[in-house]
């Protein structure tokens, strides 16, 4: 039997979805593909789980959650952390998923460059790195004779990047349309069904986690800048950083101009733009009733083609097992083709 031996680097929300969807998956994974998924390594910011053997994942998330690290982890918890785990142990992908840094992309710019020079395939949810270095990122993989997955960095289980490339090969991408960020369109659609006003949305949108603490990047449109620059790199061709997107976010947006939108059949959805001559994320009137109209944290993308018209892509923008689902995708593509 084949085995991957994998390294979580990042053990948030979405480390941890990696590895119960290991856990829910790996069963499957290895009747259909003849390949053991193996975690041999996992760590979070300052400690880490190492067994050359393999970790029980779920033993990984109980270990964080129950003493705050995962040096906790019975008889493998150790303080080796950042780049020295790569060193630790012998392994073939790296998951990465820490936070997103959109200043210096660290520390997944690091990860993911020495495990490329270490031959070693990487499945990211990261965006900082793609953000500001997507060429160099993407030159260095391709280098180094690795594959380089970034799926679940633009939007979360909905499938656009895999989708575009693989089943829409043939047709030609013209621009892309959609909503790229979900913390914001729970907002303004909480905004438009309740009148409420952004203040006070936006309070109770971190009260039930869905803000961050800090909602900076979700709100003034920085998230979505960087999943513009991801798709207009990998889909379209174009050599952009997120210095060329023209961004504005949602916080000078009133209950007001959502109520005046609503008589004349609109409503007010933060838009990211992909095309070779505009790179923009602005809030929009949309009509009501168009695929643009999606509450929740939902997202949506129209890939606007040559041959085959507009399609219209929908999903679950965020969350820790719904990432993970589409970094484990990209696991399973490497898989077929290198195991």
Known sequence: MKECKIIIMGFGSV??????????????????????????????????????????EMLLIHSKNSEGNLSAYPEFGTNVSGLDVLDAVEYDLLMEATPTNISTAEPALSLTLKAFDQGKDVVTSNKGHLAIKFKNVTRAAEENGVEFKYEASVGGAMPIINFTRETLSSCGVKSIVGILNGTTNYILSRMTSEGSAYDITLKESQELGIAETDPTQDVEGIDAACKTVILANSLLGIDATYDDVEVEGISNITSQAIELAGKDGYVIKLIAEVSKDNLRVSPRLVKKGSPYDIGGTLNMATIKTELAGDVTVMGLGAGSLETASAMLTDVISILKTKY
């Open 15 to 56: 480390g941890q979805g990696i590895a119960q969807a290991i856990a829910l998956k790996k069963a499957m994974i290895k009747d259909k593909y003849g390949v053991e998924l193996k975690v041999v390594a996992a760590a979070d910011s300052s400690t880490s789980a190492i067994n050359p053997d393999g970790l029980e």
